[in-house]
């Protein structure tokens, strides 16, 4: 029923994609001469041609993220402006434009998931540049080449300078590092190697006593890519240019035709007056910690002491301490457990099954809903040297029905950097780390139940980038709700469960300095709507961030610290003009999450009902409406305001 997953052979896959392409264009070609032309058959194969593509280079980009190495960065980098070529060519095909506009027009069977297909279509089209003459067309396909080239090359910098930064610690240098830590850097000579790779480098952060060894490692950290910095003022440009081809006033308003948002002043607004409501509760914390350290004997608090202080803090605080749950949270029993929930919360079972995967500790399970096998996970949870840091969900295959009537079921990736297992321990994580396998799960929730018909518009394909957040911050909130907690944490050595006393420490901890952490998102996100407003140079670019910090930050890190050389989200990834999406989407997360835990957390009937709206429905309607259709009204700020912690 389902393809397994194979992981070698990347240049047959590098041809098969080639060739592949080629296929598709002559295809389509014989699909433009039907009559009279239908959703059925034109727009029906045309999607599924274009799904066998997107599969073929996910297995690609998949195994260059998972295990990296320098076959699969050629490959990938080779195979990248090929593709963005053929993207263009396709987005500004004249004749497969004016189809879509016929069918619109004379096709009268049309249903709701066909009409929003055919509507993203256009719109895309639009965007990709149709209608343009044949210069302004060429200049477009080389910009995006342009673009793709170097937002690889970005990634693949930051990651070169994480991989090539190592301490060598001795004995005394580890001081305050937790056990589990401390294994994981363990070398066989003795020493602790700590890295920037986020768990060894928070690791050290959070804990390591030695203030010295914490600036080396934060500055290492904040100046890693310094050839960013031109590459960044090259990306704007170009993207400005982008916008600008294509009609509209600057790249931030590109990048908002295809999101709920409609403006960058509407974002700029949202988040001003949240920075309303929290940078003063914000500056509270600040100076809470100051009176700490200053309690600790600490003068003066810098950047690279405000983790290790904040969690000192927290301890005294609450007696909170992440590694006293580590030994409650080892991975399997949280995953068992965690499935446990899902079955609970929504009605969703997972049966492990016995594949290929492309590392021993991949493990793969089908989803069972209502004794229907819908779709398979597979999870790639621990950290590895040839694996790109920090999670994500990567969606492989759609749910669709093609030409035939033949139903495609949809699988995706799960991947983390959580501790490795070691000789003598398992990987035991961090309710933070819990925190992050809930919100990928959330992802892979709403790719993996879709019902809808049509791969365009199915699972995460087709919805708004500002809503795409919204199901998996819904689920990484219950990971604080005892009666989850309850169902998995439990000690790996004794099996006893988790005191009680613990998960209302966890609880009452949860909100400790959040304040801090919405500012600081909210800093990312209105730097990054500013800098896509204008086309500023790299000198322009530090002023923009160091205006927004004035207005936004408490805490305003030195001058050396490039926090956007490695700001891989909005200038390799997909965020461009779209980080305030976190925020935007957590509204719709909070007030979704209150309404389940006003109804005791358990309640089939209200999971069935948001199943059957939010999670089936994919990207088959515009994500406010379905956001209405299951919570019968707008969502309102006081429940993000809730969320954070933070008094309205």
Not at 147 to 171: G, H, I, R
Not at 338 to 350: A, D
Not at 541 to 557: C, F, G, S, T, Y
Request: glycine letters at 4%; a negative charge.
């Amino acid at each position: 029923m389902f393809p397994e997953f194979h992981s070698d052979n990347l240049s047959q896959k590098e041809s098969t994609i080639l060739k592949k392409m080629e296929s598709n264009k002559e295809f389509i070609q014989s699909l433009l001469k039907k009559s009279p032309l239908s959703f059925q058959n034109f727009l029906k194969p045309y999607q599924r041609i274009q799904t066998e593509l997107g599969d073929l280079v996910t297995e690609v980009s998949h195994i260059n993220s998972v295990k990296n190495n320098e076959e699969s960065q050629t490959i990938y980098s080779r195979l990248l402006p090929k593709l963005s070529e053929y993207y263009t060519d396709l987005g500004q095909n004249e004749e497969i434009y004016a189809a879509l506009l016929k069918i619109q027009s004379t096709d009268k069977s049309l249903n709701e998931e066909q009409k929003k297909v055919l509507e993203n279509e256009i719109r895309d089209f639009q965007l990709s540049g149709v209608g343009l003459n044949p210069t302004t067309k060429e200049e477009l396909k080389n910009i995006r080449i342009q673009l793709s080239d170097l937002t690889n090359q970005f990634s693949q910098n930051v990651l070169n300078a994480t991989n090539a930064f190592a301490l060598y610690l001795k004995e005394e240098d580890v001081k305050g590092i937790p056990e589990s830590d401390k294994n994981s850097a363990k070398q066989e000579d003795g020493t602790y190697k700590f890295t920037l790779h986020f768990p060894s480098y928070i690791a050290y952060m959070t804990y390591g006593e030695n203030r010295k060894i914490r600036k080396e490692l934060y500055d290492a950290y904040c100046t890693r890519a310094p050839e960013n910095g031109a590459l960044i003022e090259t990306i704007l440009d170009l993207r400005d240019k982008e916008a600008k081809l294509l009609g509209f006033e600057s790249y931030a308003h590109l990048s908002l035709a295809t999101k709920v948002a409609n403006t960058p002043e509407e974002v700029i607004t949202f988040l001003d007056h949240l920075a309303e409501k929290a940078k003063p509760i914000a500056e509270k914390e600040y100076t809470e910690i100051k009176s700490f350290a200053k309690k600790m004997g600490e003068t003066q608090v810098e950047p690279w002491d405000l983790t290790y202080y904040s969690e000192k803090s927290k301890k005294e605080s609450f007696s909170y301490d992440e590694e006293i749950y580590r030994p409650f949270l080892e991975k399997e029993t949280v995953i068992h457990g965690t499935f446990q929930f899902l079955e609970k919360l929504l009605g969703v079972k997972f049966q492990e099954v016995k594949t290929s995967v492309w590392e021993p500790s991949v493990l793969c399970y089908d989803l069972v809903v209502e004794g229907e096998t819908r779709s398979r996970l597979y999870l790639d949870l621990e950290v590895r040297s040839d694996k790109k840091g920090g999670a994500w969900m990567h969606n492989w295959k759609p749910h669709f029905k093609d030409e035939s009537g033949n139903t495609e079921l949809p699988i995706a990736f799960v991947v983390a950097s959580f501790p490795k297992a070691t000789n003598t321990q398992p990987s035991l994580l961090r309710p933070s780390d819990v925190v992050t396998l809930f919100h990928e799960l959330g992802h892979a929730l709403h790719h993996l139940l879709s019902k809808v018909n049509e791969a365009f518009v199915s699972g995460v394909n087709g919805v708004e980038w500002d809503a795409v957040e919204f199901p998996s911050q819904f689920l990484e909130n219950f990971v604080y709700e005892p009666k989850v907690l309850q169902l998995f944490a439990k000690h790996y050595q004794t099996k006893e469960p988790i005191p009680n006393s613990y998960i209302e420490t966890m609880v009452k901890a949860k909100n400790f300095m959040s304040a801090m952490g919405v500012v600081r998102q909210i800093e990312f996100a209105k730097f990054d709507m500013l800098v896509h407003k204008e086309k500023p140079n790299e000198a322009r670019v530090q002023e923009i961030l160091n205006q927004v910090r004035k207005e936004i930050a408490v805490v305003v890190p030195p001058s050396y610290n490039k926090f956007q050389n490695s700001f891989t989200h909005i200038f390799a990834g997909g965020y461009a003009a779209g980080y305030y999406s976190y925020k935007w989407a957590e509204l719709l997360s909070a007030n979704a999450f209150y309404s389940f835990v006003d109804k005791g957390v358990f309640d089939l009937e209200h999971a069935s009902h948001f199943r059957k709206t939010v999670l089936e429905k994919g990207g088959s309607a515009n994500a406010m409406n379905l956001f209405r259709d299951f919570y019968g009204k707008d969502p309102d700020i006081q429940a993000l305001l809730r969320l954070n912690g933070i008094a309205a």
